[in-house]
DNA sequence: ACCTGAACACCGTTCAAGT
DNA sequence: ACCTGAACACCGTTCAAGT
């Protein structure tokens, strides 16, 4: 299995490996010499540098992120269709999602499912400042969910967890409250739960 | 003004300058030994290593995020107080937040929010489940949205910008929308209908 | 108890030299 | 057009040696 000649591609393959696996820090250009079995200086003919090689796996990630297919009878259902799909993609490549993140192309990864919001907003009636308002506060509020979720996950055990900070003792006259905070948070169930509150009241008839 | 004996303390500080000025990146034990006027060797002393060194930061960061005095007359308004407080303590102090994020350190500096928030909720007659799901739902809404806030500023210019991405022919018989998609956000705004929104769902009685 | 310089193993990157 | 090793300037960290 001789190589023959190194390609950008598979550069770009090989990085992306190893960022999915281990993250950025892990991408030195050393190891990926070794795992292309090339001399570091190759690379940089094929790529530039480290830092070009990053912009092109994040391009990339743009990209795959794009496609969105909203299913559901009602606006509101396809709503939290875009939603759920969303979460879903940035879940799969967390890394590279927070790749995205830092270079500031979020909004550019977003636009397909923006103009999925637009047209789902605007199916419901809404108009103008408030259709534009909904849609904005639907996207933050998403991207903002999964950052935070994202990080609950890699965080190693919380210390102190939430369950040693929330005593029964603490809570005013409400167990019951005390407890489900000292329970786990389900991220699937918060997310859903969140989004059909916030879907809810963009989307009702403005209130006098 | 001869230097007498290095402390912890003016380690701390001078690495906390540099942090909050040019990021945790711009921290190399070298730049922060020749700021201090002392061998690199001696931070090792005062401070074990690096790691340990950002560690030290980020738990001085928890602390002083710590203190919130929620204000306003119904507990929707004391939420919302909440919110704004945490905004902008979390605003002031973008690259230590992003750390203590990293260390998975984020439910810990918001536990007095999430006590405060608790106190409202039930003052808003919550209880039990729903209390303690509301109170995550806000507490996620406010760390998201200034996640991506601070995300949107830190990053340099969007390309391509959202005010090229809304072209107002592409909008839906709406150029009001598209006008106002195009037309940069105002954070405060858009943070302020988010929580109103939320807020007003979550607290609203339950819906057959 | 506190500070120091030398040394080590790692980085990303450049460049002249090869084919 | 593509690949290479040597070399440079940076890292964080260890350690024996100083006071």
Redesign the interface.
Known sequence: MARTTLTRDEVLDAAASLVKQHGPAALTMRKLAAELGTAVTSIYWHVGNRESLLDALVERTVEEVGAIRPAGRTPGDRILSVARILRRELRERPHLIAMV????????MF?PA??AL??EV?AAGL???R???A???IQ??I???????R??E???A???A?SE?WDPA???H?P??AR??ARP?DPER?FL??LR??V???LAPPAG
């Not at 993140?101 to 550019?108: A, I, K, N, Q, S």
């Not at 991207?143 to 979720?149: A, D, H, P, R, W």
Request: charged share 25%; no cysteine.
């Open positions: 993140h830092e270079r500031g192309l979020t909004d550019r636009l923006q103009q637009v047209h605007h108009r103008g400042t259709a534009a308002d849609v904005r506060a933050f509020q991207i903002g969910f999964v950052l935070v979720e990080n609950r890699r965080s190693p919380q210390s102190p939430e900070l603490d809570a005013p409400d019951s409250l489900a905070l948070v918060l739960l969140t509150a916030l809810k009241a963009l």
